[in-house]
């Protein structure tokens, strides 16, 4: 399981903003430079960061970190 403050680092460097800081209600919205390049680089970094793969589904599906937070770690935990 991993700790919200994980995700930090990797927003970070994905958004070139060291002091960038997510919560659980941290949305595009919130973050300057968020747009559709931005975010499949996120997504990339994240899957290769936590050795996991989201479906389009699930993509399509998150409303905000929280819920990317949640996907990762129920990912992890379903590791055998």
């Known amino acids: 399981m991993i700790s919200l403050e994980q995700l930090d680092p990797i927003f970070q460097q994905v958004f070139d903003d060291d002091a960038l800081h997510v919560?659980?209600?941290t949305t595009a919205d919130d973050v300057d430079g968020w747009?559709?390049?931005?975010?499949?680089?996120?997504?990339?970094a994240l899957e290769?960061?936590?050795?996991v793969h989201f479906?389009?589904?699930?993509?399509?599906?998150?409303k905000n970190v929280g819920d990317l937070y949640h996907s990762i770690n129920a990912k992890l935990e379903a590791r055998p």
């Open 23 to 25: 919560t659980p209600s």
């Open 35 to 44: 747009d559709s390049l931005s975010h499949v680089n996120l997504i990339l």
């Open 48 to 51: 290769t960061a936590f050795k």
């Open 55 to 62: 479906s389009q589904k699930e993509l399509l599906s998150f």
